[in-house]
């Protein structure tokens, strides 16, 4: 039953490090009280969304935006942010022309950023009267998203990079 012995040592050892590392986790979770990054559109102005008859769009969009990092103990490296600009479900331009920095603990980083170029479009029936119904209004269903690679910083210490999901 020496292979019972083994296969029971080993099991012991992967549930005690599992154990340690939820320790581990909930400790540093303690001590840093990570809150969420928050990021609010502060200014855009639209200078041209236009569609000609061959479903060229061409756009010039400048976006300003807000990033809030409310934690006290934590600091973020941004090393790449991309902005894209979708009208329905249709991206149009994307941007990625904003330098990486490092935003401090209880910071609040303006950000800036313009989307200008023309695109290819397909728009079905509904979404070109919508586009319509948007150009009389000048009020326009336009959509930022944000691509993200950062890194925090724990102190001394800084995490690997990674791309979060943004809400």
Partial sequence: CCGCCILSVIFNILIT???????????IWLIFRPNAIKFHVTDAKLTEFTLDPTNNL??????NFTIRNPNRRIGVYYDEIEVR?????QRFGMSNNISKFYQGHKNTTVVGTKLVGQQLVLLDGGERKDL?????????RIDAKLRLRIRF??????????????K
């Fill in 85 to 89: 600009g979708y009208y329905g479900d």
């Fill in 17 to 27: 490090i599992a154990v340690l590392l939820g320790i581990a986790a909930l400790i």
């Fill in 58 to 63: 061409r756009y010039n969009l400048d976006l």
């Fill in 132 to 140: 319509n119904e948007d150009v009389n209004s000048q009020i326009y």
């Fill in 153 to 166: 910083k724990f102190g001394l210490i800084k995490s690997w990079r990674f791309k979060p999901k943004i």
